[in-house]
């Protein structure tokens, strides 16, 4: 028995029924505007009561199933065929498009009916001049792109993520294949061999493209395609323009585009069709333009190239043309099955149909000819490689869908390898016949492949079709598109590009209008070569900026109170450091610039009281340096201290890993190279700091001596760099003050047998010197009274990231490390006479760090929170020196030398 629903759950049953999602379907069927899959659509709803017997709800429920299967037939059936017009307007449109492009791909002065009018006799421009191998040139071209785009359209449902991609073959090619055809032509004639080896050159070339389309997507490379210059691929887009538009003018006149041709009485009239119907479509873009001129209507131009057939018979009719008049005066194409007259079979099948495989014979092919055709190849696949960087992502935004380039170079890669391997020309996804697609409602793998199957049809069909096709359509749209490059090329890209670049454009589209393809890729090269050293030398300064080191603060903080006297004297102390920063790459191109900046920012200081000492080269931001501007930086060092009279030079190269170039730059720079902080430190000979690392070290005394602040010398890090030269700085004035710095450690007379009272007096003096001297040390006794003893070893963990603030200590003996959780390991160490958590205890935060023990064994001093707070409500005073310690180390992270440049030093401890 059906167990009655009741008025509630009818209603909450029906509030889950998507009443918009209903609505957007019956729109959907009815403009074919928005896609959805059958699987989403929701069940019809039956509301059953408790009135009926159990055979009679058997009954009920068998018919309801038969009504749901029924209603899901109808649902298919209604989704295939509101997606008919999508599906039939692109098979339009690859027939209207592979109709101009298909009698374009052999040079237009190899020809068929040599001898049949006045035409013949001009010379072509282009030097190809004969008969064509086979009856029906213009059919096998045609049949050549629907192979193509069948193969495409294949691949690309099959293999791409898109739910709606349409395949075409790349007419933008079209200059290439007549540059292959010129080198054949000049090899072996006009002969059946010269025929084939261009389709073999044609299918070679498709195989090439697939390759490297397959290679990039496999191995995950699709980002190089990014890499090639922008105004290289521009200018090559104009000068294709321009190449399309002349081939617009030959495939109207069936004649080679000369000055005599173009004037000629015959070829004018055709000209003026062709130019009327371009002139009425521009005014109609110009008209439709909405305010921020982008098109109104983005099916206005293949409406208006589909609509031209039908105007042009119109004319015909209304002007009571002579119809042998219209097809001897050239209007028309000539019969493209035969041109010799015959049928040649029937109208699906005739003895050309195979043309484009039977002409192949490997025996006669001219492997010189392939040879000489390599730089042409290298050329093809370049340029076919800019349309998928260009057609993905937009379609992709378009549509509202997440590409995959590295999936899509893949799809491409078969496409373009079975279509080589079948003598086939290249292919890719077209992006403004995908959008039309997508637009019109196409969607699926079926209707993908249902336009595949119809422009297979095509392919035995549409020569004949083409036959009743006037020349002006085909010529309209050739110029068309013609122009439209030409202007995206040269005009539209104007104000977009620097003058050096811009000129770049104009040169490489005048050089493919006058020499062709492979003159206008090694101009492109040039372009890109010579563009990129003028920026260089022209808008990127190597010198990023110069300052001397007097609001800069190391990270060697806790300096004897004379020593810290020493490097704030406006004299004597960090005044007389000089930090240059230089940035981006030094090549060859920029050491002159270079070094005439260095010698005016010297020069300016040379004399003064400012004149320095040291000088500080950071490489930090340097991306590359080439052998020629290696060389003249270590030639750099002599120059600064000859001429200069710089005491000490040191180069920061940024990196553990050395300078980035392959010149050994470090040995040339400096016999003596400084490493980053945490690996120059030397061990403590109490602590044995170190010690079980394998690395042989000499004790701190041992190691100040052999300091010789002069010279040149390389540092791993500008921070280390400052620690160097400020302790030349303090070298100079007064030597005994380093022994009070070494290691970070101000109390050197500490040991690991100390007594107690040697601990507390190093204790005072570290809680004195982080005070700047600026307590009593009555008070810095009081605080140090209500600290206790600690003593952790090496591996031991003083607290976590995220726990609870609840102790300032003061390290006296040892070496802690603090590591930022989550954050690639970035890390800090800590060195005795410093003090970490005086943050957390004075704003009562959690820790913002992890610390642990580095040293065989670690001494520190805590304060808990409970004494602090203690000492707040009965000796505030005291208590002010924590304060006073935690805003010491704030002023000291701000101003520290990192901050500078692009690294990261300010950790919370």
């Known amino acids: 028995m059906a167990t009655p629903i009741s008025g509630s759950a009818r209603s909450s049953s029906f509030l889950k029924y998507n009443v918009a999602g209903t609505m957007d379907r019956v729109r959907s069927n009815m403009v074919g505007g928005r896609k959805y899959s059958i699987d989403e659509a929701e069940e019809p709803y039956t509301w059953n009561y408790n009135t009926t017997t159990d055979s009679q709800e058997d009954?009920?429920?068998?018919?309801?199933?038969?009504?749901?299967?029924?209603?899901?037939?109808?649902?298919?059936?209604?989704?295939?065929?509101?997606?008919?017009?999508?599906?039939?307007?692109?098979?339009?449109?690859?027939?209207?498009?592979?109709?101009?492009?298909?009698?374009?791909?052999?040079p237009i002065?190899?020809?068929?009916?040599?001898?049949?009018?006045?035409?013949?006799?001009?010379?072509?421009?282009?030097?190809?001049?004969?008969?064509?191998?086979?009856?029906?040139?213009?059919?096998?071209?045609?049949?050549?792109?629907?192979?193509?785009?069948?193969v495409g359209q294949v691949a690309f449902t099959l293999k791409s993520k898109f739910h709606n991609p349409i395949g075409l073959q790349m007419v933008e090619n079209v200059p290439f294949c007549h540059a292959l055809s010129h080198i054949v032509v000049s090899r072996q004639g006009y002969g059946r061999e010269s025929l084939s080896t261009l389709m073999v050159m044609f299918g070679l070339?498709?195989?090439?493209?697939?390759?490297?389309?397959?290679?990039?997507?496999?191995?995950?490379?699709?980002?190089?395609?990014?890499?090639?210059?922008?105004?290289?691929?521009?200018?090559?887009?104009?000068?294709?323009?321009?190449?399309?538009?002349?081939?617009?003018?030959?495939?109207?006149?069936?004649?080679?585009?000369t000055l005599s041709s173009i004037s000629s009485s015959r070829n004018l009239p055709l000209l003026g069709v062709v130019i009327l119907f371009e002139v009425i479509l521009r005014c109609l873009e110009q008209v439709t333009k909405r305010t921020d001129g982008t098109p109104k209507y983005a099916l206005l131009s293949?409406?208006?190239?589909?609509?031209?057939?039908?105007?042009?018979?119109?004319?015909?009719?209304?002007?009571?043309?002579?119809?042998?008049?219209?097809?001897?005066?050239?209007?028309?194409f000539p019969s493209l099955q035969d041109d010799n007259g015959s049928d040649g079979g029937s109208i699906i099948w005739n003895e050309h149909l195979l043309d484009m495989w039977r002409i192949i014979d490997f025996s006669v092919v001219s492997w010189q000819a392939i040879i000489d055709s390599i730089p042409t190849l290298v050329a093809l696949v370049l340029f076919s490689l800019i349309h998928v960087p260009i057609n993905i992502p937009a379609f992709a935004l378009s549509t509202n869908t997440e590409a995959e380039m590295n999936t899509e170079l893949v799809?491409?890669?078969?496409?373009?390898?079975?279509?080589?391997?079948?003598?086939?020309?290249?292919?890719?996804?077209?992006?403004?016949?995908?959008?039309?697609?997508?637009?019109?409602?196409?969607?699926?793998?079926?209707?993908?492949?249902?336009?595949?199957?119809?422009?297979?049809?095509?392919?035995?069909?549409?020569?004949t079709i083409a036959s009743y096709i006037p020349r002006c359509m085909a010529g309209t749209l050739l110029l068309h598109v013609g122009i439209d490059l030409f202007?995206?090329?040269?005009?539209?890209?104007?104000?977009?590009?620097?003058?050096?670049?811009?000129?770049?454009?104009?040169?490489?589209?005048?050089?493919?209008?006058?020499?062709?393809?492979?003159?206008?890729?090694?101009?492109?090269?040039?372009?890109?070569?010579?563009?990129?050293?003028?920026?260089?030398?022209?808008?990127?300064?190597?010198?990023?900026?110069?300052?001397?080191a007097s609001t800069l603060r190391s990270s060697q903080l806790n300096r004897h109170i004379k020593a810290r006297?020493?490097?704030?004297?406006?004299?004597?102390?960090?005044?007389?450091?000089?930090?240059?920063?230089?940035?981006?790459?030094?090549?060859?191109?920029?050491?002159?610039?270079?070094?005439?900046?260095?010698?005016?920012?010297?020069?300016?200081?040379?004399?003064?009281?400012?004149?320095?000492?040291?000088?500080?080269?950071?490489?930090?931001?340097?991306?590359?340096?080439?052998?020629?501007?290696?060389?003249?930086?270590?030639?750099?060092?002599?120059?600064?201290?000859?001429?200069?009279n710089v005491q000490l030079s040191i180069f920061v190269s940024g990196s553990d890993e050395g300078f980035p170039c392959a010149f050994d730059l470090s040995k040339e720079l400096s016999a003596t190279i400084i490493p980053d902080r945490k690996d120059s430190i030397p061990p403590d000979e109490t602590t044995e700091l170190l010690a079980n690392e394998g690395i042989t070290r000499v004790s701190s005394q041992t190691f100040m001596e052999s300091l010789a602040f002069s010279g040149s010398h390389v540092c791993d890090s500008l921070d280390m760099a400052l620690v160097y030269a400020e302790n030349a700085l303090i070298d100079s004035e007064d030597p005994s003050l380093l022994e009070y710095d070494e290691s970070g450690n101000q109390f050197s007379g500490l040991r690991k047998d100390s007594s107690p009272s040697e601990e507390r007096e190093a204790a005072l003096h570290h809680i004195e010197n982080l005070c700047l001297g600026n307590v009593d040390k009555n008070n810095a006794e009081m605080l140090f009274s209500r600290f206790e003893r600690q003593v952790y070893t090496r591996g031991e963990c003083l607290w976590k990231q995220g726990s609870p603030s609840d102790s300032f200590k003061l390290l006296v003996r040892g070496s802690l490390e603090a590591v930022l959780e989550n954050e690639a390991g970035t890390s800090e160490t800590i060195l005795s006479g410093n003090s970490i958590g005086e943050l957390g205890l004075v704003e009562g935060v959690t820790r913002m760090s992890s610390v642990h023990c580095t040293s065989q064994e670690a001494i520190l001093y805590s304060l808990s929170r409970d004494a602090y707070e203690d000492l707040i409500r009965s000796s505030p005073h005291v208590a002010r020196i924590v304060d006073l310690i935690c805003v010491r180390y704030l002023s000291a992270r701000v101003q520290h030398v990192s901050n500078r440049i692009f690294e990261t030093r300010c950790l919370p401890i």
């Open 487 to 548: 202007l995206e090329g040269v005009y539209d890209s104007y104000g977009k590009f620097d003058n050096l670049e811009y000129s770049g454009i104009w040169l490489i589209t005048i050089v493919m209008t006058l020499y062709g393809m492979d003159a206008a890729m090694i101009a492109g090269i040039i372009t890109a070569i010579s563009t990129f050293v003028a920026q260089n030398m022209t808008y990127v300064n190597p010198v990023r900026g110069s300052m001397s």
């Open 411 to 463: 799809a491409h890669g078969y496409s373009n390898m079975i279509a080589g391997c079948l003598g086939g020309l290249q292919n890719y996804m077209a992006y403004t016949q995908s959008v039309l697609y997508d637009r019109s409602g196409g969607m699926g793998k079926s209707s993908g492949l249902t336009v595949a199957a119809i422009t297979a049809l095509l392919f035995f069909i549409g020569p």
């Open 59 to 106: 009954d009920e429920t068998t018919q309801s199933k038969a009504y749901q299967n029924k209603g899901r037939v109808w649902r298919g059936l209604s989704k295939a065929a509101s997606q008919v017009p999508a599906i039939v307007l692109i098979a339009l449109f690859h027939l209207m498009i592979g109709i101009p492009f298909g009698v374009s791909y052999f």
């Open 302 to 332: 293949p409406i208006y190239f589909c609509s031209i057939t039908p105007v042009f018979y119109m004319a015909l009719l209304l002007f009571r043309v002579d119809w042998d008049h219209v097809m001897e005066a050239g209007y028309f």
């Open 565 to 644: 006297e020493i490097l704030d004297d406006p004299y004597i102390g960090r005044s007389r450091i000089l930090v240059i920063q230089l940035q981006g790459h030094l090549f060859f191109g920029n050491m002159a610039h270079l070094t005439e900046s260095i010698h005016q920012i010297m020069s300016k200081k040379l004399g003064t009281m400012a004149e320095p000492m040291c000088v500080i080269l950071d490489f930090s931001l340097v991306l590359g340096i080439d052998s020629s501007a290696a060389q003249t930086m270590s030639k750099l060092k002599n120059v600064m201290q000859k001429q200069f």
């Open 109 to 150: 002065g190899w020809r068929n009916d040599m001898g049949s009018s006045d035409e013949d006799t001009v010379e072509a421009e282009d030097g190809v001049k004969g008969p064509f191998p086979l009856p029906g040139k213009e059919a096998l071209g045609i049949r050549m792109f629907l192979f193509s785009t069948v």
């Open 205 to 257: 070339a498709s195989v090439i493209v697939g390759v490297v389309f397959f290679l990039l997507g496999k191995f995950r490379l699709g980002r190089l395609v990014y890499y090639f210059p922008t105004h290289v691929l521009v200018g090559c887009i104009g000068g294709i323009g321009l190449y399309i538009g002349k081939t617009a003018i030959e495939v109207t006149m069936n004649a080679p585009m």
